[in-house]
């Protein structure tokens, strides 16, 4: 069949070159995809927001089945442009699509499923909002409705930064997603990102991943889209999976329904495991970027033949068989990121880097400049890595590093840092 994947990041690098390993497959194409993506589908320029033109290209090239890799396009209602027109495709309607585009919609929908999540207040005016968050105990986190590209968070220390947080949100920052506020109790305990495929009645969990979110080592400074990530993540034990799954997942799956909203696609749910279980904090409808890397790295099955399950609806007659062995991934990133970034640097090294033992090298924010690769965007590369263990993937990953030469570019050296002190 002919497949086109919407997207142009490192996770769709990830997924471009497992659906490319697919027996199910004859052409990949990717819109509008990057540099290394061009390595195996053929990217096109296609606008995902356009949805006439994505389902004109459909029908002009015979394409079987749409993936959609970001958020945008599907709360943007790709998904629906295509389900109105016959086109099979992975990933959830725009209403299941509230689970990410509404961080009040996911919310309510814990609160009416008994789902553990933090305690949280939705406001769609300031003076109620600032009452509200001038008792709460600190810290205390707010959080623009919407889609805000990673940015709507704050977690307040002070009083001072809660209010001004509140502000800044009704104040239009973040438009349209901060038009309505949610406050909510600070979490405690470790990280982790779970992914399930799920097929609107079924739910089908993958590995876990773990990502570092701050751009600088030790975990500190400012949010990023993630630095790095690294499979298995030792905090999800089989008990906490269980857990997950029984109080989080299910529950979801079944509400969603309910609600007239089946959900289709990858549920990523981001989670806070502390002293009283998992809790979830947020929830994607798409696959995490740079978990995705580290997923696929580790996925034996056809990935492709349990995405068409999923948009099939057959998720229970299906299973996912996955390699023992760890992946890591390290972010390269151009120097200015999270801020603005620097465009058109040169990076040299790429086969290089790349025929280390064991590595994949995704491209994230690249493209081609005659014989030349350039940096086009905030993070750059994902240089990813299988080993036997979270500590050998990690020291291939870096030595395929080393081989590349991008003065224009940054990058972690703590990656897995919390997994390898576990032992
Ligand atoms: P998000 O952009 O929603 O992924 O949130 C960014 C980060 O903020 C998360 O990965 C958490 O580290 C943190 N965060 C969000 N909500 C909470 C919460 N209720 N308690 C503690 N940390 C949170
Ligand atoms: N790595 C977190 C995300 O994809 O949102």
């Known amino acids: 069949m002919n497949v086109l994947l919407i997207g142009s990041g490192g996770r769709e690098h990830a997924l471009a070159w497992a659906i ?11 819109a509008p995809g990057n540099a290394g993506i061009s390595a195996v589908a053929e990217c096109v320029a296609l606008d995902a927001a356009d949805h006439a033109g994505v389902i004109a290209f459909c029908r002009a090239n015979a394409v079987s089945f749409v993936v959609i890799g970001p958020e945008a396009p599907l709360v943007g209602g790709l998904a629906d442009a295509l389900e109105a027109e016959g086109i099979k495709h992975f990933g959830p309607s725009r209403a299941a699509a509230q689970l990410e585009g509404s961080k009040g919609f996911t919310k309510d929908l ?19 909002a600032r009452e509200y968050v001038a008792v709460q105990p600190l810290p205390v986190v707010i959080k623009a409705d919407g889609l805000a590209a ?11 930064d809660a209010i001004a947080a509140v502000e800044a949100c009704f104040a239009g920052a973040f438009g349209q997603a901060g038009a309505e506020v949610v406050i909510e109790e600070f979490l405690t305990g470790e990280e982790a ?49 269980r857990l997950v799954m029984t109080e989080i997942i299910r529950p979801t799956v079944a509400g969603m329904k309910q609600r007239g909203m089946p959900f289709k ?57 996955w390699y ?56 750059v ?22 081989k590349i030469n991008w003065p224009g570019g940054f990058f972690r050296r703590d990656i897995g840092w919390r997994a390898l002190t576990r032992g």
């Open 20 to 30: 490319s390993g697919s027996g199910l497959l004859d052409k990949l194409y990717c």
């Open 265 to 321: 696609g990858v549920l990523f749910a981001g989670l806070m495991i502390g002293p009283e279980g998992p809790k979830l904090i947020e929830y994607n409808v798409r696959f995490g970027d740079p978990e995705t890397q580290v997923l696929m790295m580790r996925l034996k099955s056809d990935l492709l033949a349990a995405l068409l399950a999923t948009a099939d609806g057959v998720l229970k007659d299906f299973d996912v068989r």
């Open 324 to 379: 023992s062995d760890a992946a890591l991934t390290v972010v390269m990133a151009a120097n200015g990121y999270p801020g603005t970034p620097q465009k058109g640097t040169e990076i040299l090294g790429l086969d290089e880097a790349g025929a280390v033992e064991g590595v994949e090298v995704f491209h994230a924010g690249t493209r081609r400049d005659g014989d030349r690769i350039v940096a086009d965007g905030g993070r």
């Open 110 to 128: 814990c609160a009416d499923f008994g789902i553990p999540t933090a305690a949280y207040a939705r406001f769609k005016e300031l003076a109620p």
């Open 193 to 241: 990102s779970f992914f399930a495929l799920v097929d609107g009645t079924t739910s089908l969990p993958l590995v876990a991943a773990q990502d570092h979110k701050r751009v600088g080592e030790g975990d500190t400074g400012a949010n990023t889209g993630g630095m790095g990530a690294y499979s298995p993540a030792p905090i999800v034990t089989p008990e906490v999976e």
């Open 150 to 160: 990673g940015k709507g968070v704050t977690i307040a220390e002070t009083y001072e």
């Open 381 to 402: 590369l994902n240089i990813t890595a299988r080993g036997k263990t979270v500590a050998e993937a990690q020291l291939r990953a870096y030595e395929a590093i080393a």
